[in-house]
């Protein structure tokens, strides 16, 4: 018998506190509740009690003072024992429950008292929505109908106000998983942005790759094409480089290579386009530049690779130049910038050469 009590009091107790309404603040819909029962059933006070593990908690009063007593003291602790009943006490002081009951014998001197349950949808007593009255009396038929009533939308208060929880709950998960997600979006994009320039960098010289600078001349020609605005492309090669690597090994020729990278990034201009093209070659793409203008960049650019300082020896670098013109495709304009570069290799290196001579970049290299 105690073990079966125990255990369906463990379940109410469990279900009392799912409905996270203990020891909250006063609320109208509950005030209004026990002031119509007490008018309905003409009594000075009216509760709507919980009864928790050791203590009844009232969320609601009427002509009460306390806000809890006892579990020991509470009538309404007996009255949830049978949940499908009003438990009625027409005079307490005559009822061997309640005769020495401090409520009983002292006040608020309760004689009379009458509680119908709340009742969750699986049947578990949560506490009662209770009447009392300081002398002895019964309910009427319409009073204890009136009673249960009440006690029903109590009930339904209860429910409402569980459910609004969990709504809000689930809503601040849902804001919270959204947070979440954006800032997986945001970090998603940043990894992909990451991969796209990885896909796009010479890992050595952190310049554009071979992939990156065939889809920019490609770009970049196209806008020739359609706005018939001059461009131009430049080869750089290192002089001798294979002779540096034999000499001082590929672990110095890669922080030349590093090095002269950044001279190169350095003497072009914001909107030009420099790119690793292979090996210890190099290319910079000129957009919007006539071929007076290119000559002035490829000169600089080999100027400034003459002058920089480099551990063990200083190298020089030859440049190929060529001007885009309306026949050529990317591929072409690489072919002409190339065969000027070789052109000045052949002629001494250190050197800059160009195809063409002037805006028609129709001729063969020409030698700055």
Request: charged content about 25%; overall charge negative.
């Amino acid at each position: 018998m105690d073990d079966a009590f125990n255990s369906v009091e463990s379940l109410r107790l469990q279900a009392l506190k799912s409905y996270a309404v203990l020891d909250t603040p006063a609320e109208q819909a509950y005030d209004d509740i026990v002031s119509l029962a007490a008018l309905i059933c003409g009594v000075p006070m009216a509760l709507i009690s919980l009864v928790d593990e050791d203590r009844q908690w009232f969320k609601a009063k009427v002509g009460v003072d306390v806000m809890e007593t006892p579990r020991g003291q509470a009538f309404c602790a007996h009255a949830i024992l049978d949940p499908e009943q009003i438990m009625e006490v027409r005079d307490a002081s005559l009822d061997s429950r309640f005769a020495s009951n401090p409520l009983v014998t002292g006040d608020p001197n309760i004689r009379f008292y009458a509680g119908a349950p709340l009742l969750t949808p699986s049947g578990s007593a949560l506490g009662t929505v209770c009447v009392l009255d300081r002398v002895p009396r019964t309910l009427t038929p319409a009073m204890s109908d009136a009673l249960k009533a009440l006690s029903r939308q109590v009930s339904e208060l209860l429910a409402l106000r569980r459910a609004n929880a969990e709504l809000r709950l689930l809503a601040q998960a849902q804001t919270a998983r959204q947070k979440q997600l954006e800032s997986y979006q945001q970090r998603l994009e940043e990894l992909n942005q990451q991969l796209s320039m990885q896909a796009q960098t010479d890992s050595l010289t952190d310049l554009l790759n071979r992939r990156a600078f065939d889809r920019v001349l490609a770009e970049e020609h196209a806008r020739f094409q359609r706005s018939h605005l001059p461009m131009a492309l430049v080869m750089v090669d290192v002089d001798h480089f294979k002779a540096f690597n034999d000499d001082f090994g590929h672990v110095a020729g890669d922080g030349i290579l590093h090095t002269l990278a950044q001279t190169l990034r350095a003497e072009a201009r914001n909107y030009d386009h420099v790119a690793r093209y292979g090996g210890e070659e190099f290319a910079v793409i000129l957009p919007n530049t006539d071929w007076s203008e290119a000559m002035v960049v490829a000169e600089r650019i080999r100027h400034a690779i003459e002058t920089t300082e480099c551990p063990h020896r200083n190298l020089t670098a030859s440049l190929g130049v060529a001007l885009a013109t309306k026949s050529d495709t990317p591929a072409s304009l690489v072919e002409r910038a190339d065969t000027a570069l070789y052109q000045a290799k052949r002629q001494g290196r250190n050197g800059v050469v160009a195809w063409g001579d002037g805006p028609g970049g129709d001729n063969p290299p020409h030698v700055s």
